[in-house]
């Protein structure tokens, strides 16, 4: 199984909740989208942007999404006690059994 760690730190400058969390998500995820469809002209813009630079553009802004998704994931382990370690073990074993991931 290829794997890529990247590893994000614990935000310890914010105090977030799931609510904010959850919707600073829903942002993230819009600006990557809006990103997205402005470098592929879906928005009636032309960018005079090269392919590098529209690949780091969107590189960023799925790192946020990226950050935010790990923060909740804090938020849930610290205010739920969800442990996130055996949901991890759980969603390969999903995606293995969906047939998205070969383990051989």
Do not use: W
């Not at 402005?38 to 990226?66: C, H, N, P, W």
Request: proline share 2%; aromatic share 4%; charged share 25%.
């Amino acid at each position: 199984m290829e794997t890529k760690m990247i590893g994000l730190p614990k935000l310890n400058n914010l105090k977030p909740t799931l609510e904010s969390t959850a919707l600073k998500l829903m942002e993230e995820a819009g600006e990557l989208s809006e990103a997205i469809g402005k470098f592929r002209a879906l928005s009636g813009e032309k960018e005079a942007l090269s392919a590098q630079q529209v690949a780091m553009v969107i590189t960023r802004e799925l790192l946020d999404v990226a950050q935010t998704a790990v923060t909740m994931l804090f938020v849930l382990e610290e205010q739920f006690d969800v442990n996130v370690d055996e949901a991890l073990k759980s969603h390969v074993e999903k995606i293995v059994k969906k047939g998205y991931l070969n383990l051989t």
